[in-house]
């Protein structure tokens, strides 16, 4: 079984405890982590009914038969059925209470006037500022971590975020305390999702299912489909026990309308036309989406959903993709995380017939070294041929491919001599190339790549998800990332070549790859990208 998961924390560490369970039935799965796609595949999502902006990619995944089954949040996924797929399980549910993680451990009750509390959920603040209208609301994005970290710095007094999530992450001592609210309609709880026609799976995950769980959140959902609720009205349900509570609320948390009514088969449409009754179309816009967040229920919702707006990172020094990058209207925050370091005093590399070189700054350790490259000259990339011409070279061979493989696939057959200086961190796929070509081939590592200390105050910029999208220029960028300042959720990656897109795959980061390395190219494919919005 190819179980599909996006990259986050929790989208992986829900899959996972799902593919566990699964392979404890005897069953083999292999976890597939799904990358961003391009604006046309994302275009033609969107006209396919009832995908939901975070669940599109799994639901594409699994249309085209490149993964075979998918576990979502149920709070997230859209009410309406998508044509071809059925949520074949739904495990036994989590806690779906909403927690409030404060500083000092201060419960709802003891927070002081004035105290800041981030969400971005609309149906908590509406329902929080009737049980304390003296707190200011903040509407915050990002994954758990960021989140959690602005209470840990002070700039919040709490968050609230969904129990489960906290409690699949083993973060459950960070919860103060689980709020007297109603939840989201399916929240805690997980869909197992896969094509309709595939009988052997679906009969599979019926191992999965829990019969109580499926009844309370089919009514929750129920509820919100039969009030044709938006994705940012105050809508809430729950079921267990006790029969389905269902409420609408106005955004200052002085207007509700609530119903319960026992829980069966059809309560949710019950509980929908007694909230009608009793005039929840007059409580709020029951079909709100996310622009409504900004002014109606928050104090402060300068975050949502321009944060970042059009500004990039590209972790690497100014240049020409710098400005490639401003001149396609993007705010471009520069600062290198690696430094290349020369590993050579010396350097002689002889005669040869062919002289290869794969990045300007072998170039620059090269003039630094005051040394001459032999023979004829092969440049991969633009960039590359321009910074030898800077130097006085005339290069003989630029590929239409800038990769090692178009380089190969356009360099003559011979059986002379190929030197190829460059970054120790290079792989051995170009002069592996070259070889079989019948070329001798000298590799002379010129220098390395060692990780730069970031400032904090850009440290603090990153994980907080100021920017919009990164640029990543390398594998060896990547791996420093990943090691130091991690992955904010609601930053989009983009990848320079494929090699790069592998490392980020191996690192579970989704990421889009630019069609070309040349510095336009990857400033047009940065801008798409950002115009795509917070997703």
């Known amino acids: 079984m190819r179980l599909g998961t996006r990259a986050s924390t929790l989208a992986v560490t829900q899959s996972t405890w799902v593919a566990d369970r699964l392979r404890a039935l005897g069953h083999e799965v292999e976890i597939v982590t799904i990358r961003t796609r391009g604006d046309h595949e994302r275009g033609s999502l969107t006209r396919l009914s009832g995908l939901g902006v975070f669940a599109a990619e799994l639901r594409s995944a699994l249309l085209r038969g490149e993964v075979d089954l998918a576990v979502h949040s149920l709070k997230d996924l859209p009410v309406e059925p998508v044509p071809g797929l059925v949520i074949a399980a739904t495990p036994e549910r989590e806690s779906p209470r909403d927690a409030l993680c404060s500083r000092d451990g201060l419960s709802l009750a003891e927070l002081p006037k004035r105290a800041r509390v981030g969400t971005g959920s609309p149906r908590r603040v509406a329902q929080l500022r009737a049980l304390r209208p003296d707190l200011v609301f903040v509407d915050i994005r990002g994954n758990i971590d960021t989140r959690l970290s602005r209470v840990t710095s002070g700039d919040l007094d709490a968050v609230v975020l969904a129990a489960a999530g906290l409690r699949r992450l083993g973060l ?22 896969c094509r309709s026609g595939d009988a052997a799976l679906i009969a599979a995950l019926e191992a999965l299912e829990d019969a109580d769980t499926r009844l309370a959140v089919t009514e929750e959902r129920a509820v919100l489909a039969a009030l044709g609720g938006g994705c940012a009205a105050p809508i809430a349900a729950l079921g267990n026990g006790d029969g389905l509570a269902a409420g609408v609320y106005s955004a200052d948390g002085t207007r509700q309308a609530r119903t319960e009514v026992p829980l069966i088969s059809g309560a949710g449409r019950t509980a929908a036309s ?60 520069i600062f290198p995380v690696q430094a290349p370091v020369v590993l050579v005093d010396g350097l002689d590399l002889g005669q040869a017939d062919w002289s290869v070189v794969t990045s300007a700054r072998t170039v620059e350790a090269l003039q630094g070294l005051g040394v001459r490259l032999p023979g004829r000259i092969a440049a991969v990339g633009k960039a590359t041929a321009a910074a030898l011409e800077a130097a006085g070279y005339a290069v003989d061979l630029v590929p239409g491919k800038a990769n090692a493989a178009g380089l190969v696939e356009e360099f003559p057959a011979g059986t002379g001599r190929v030197v190829i200086p460059g970054s120790a961190l290079s792989k051995p796929d170009l002069p592996e190339g070259l070889r079989e070509l019948g070329w001798q081939v000298d590799v002379f590592p010129v220098y390395t790549m060692e990780a730069t200390r970031e400032p904090a105050e850009l440290a603090a910029r990153w994980r907080a998800g100021e920017f919009a999208a990164v ?3 390398a594998g060896s960028v990547a791996r420093v990332i990943d090691e130091r300042l991690g992955w904010p959720e609601e930053t989009r990656v983009l990848a320079i070549g494929q090699p790069t897109a592998k490392v980020l795959n191996e690192l579970g980061v989704a990421a889009s790859v630019s069609p070309s390395p040349d510095a336009e190219a990857v400033a047009r494919a940065a801008a798409e990208l950002v115009g795509k919005g917070n997703a």
């Open 172 to 193: 459950a001592g960070r919860i103060t305390e689980e709020l007297p609210i109603l939840p989201a309609p399916g929240q805690g709880a997980l869909g197992v999702e």
């Open 274 to 333: 007694r909230l009608l009754a009793l005039g929840a179309a007059d409580v709020t816009q029951l079909d709100a989406t996310r622009a409504s967040r900004l002014a109606e229920f928050h104090d402060d919702a300068d975050l949502w959903p321009q944060a970042g707006g059009r500004r990039v990172f590209l972790p690497r020094e100014a240049g020409a993709l710098s400005k490639a990058l401003s001149a396609a209207g993007l705010e471009v925050t």
């Open 471 to 473: 640029v990543v220029t």
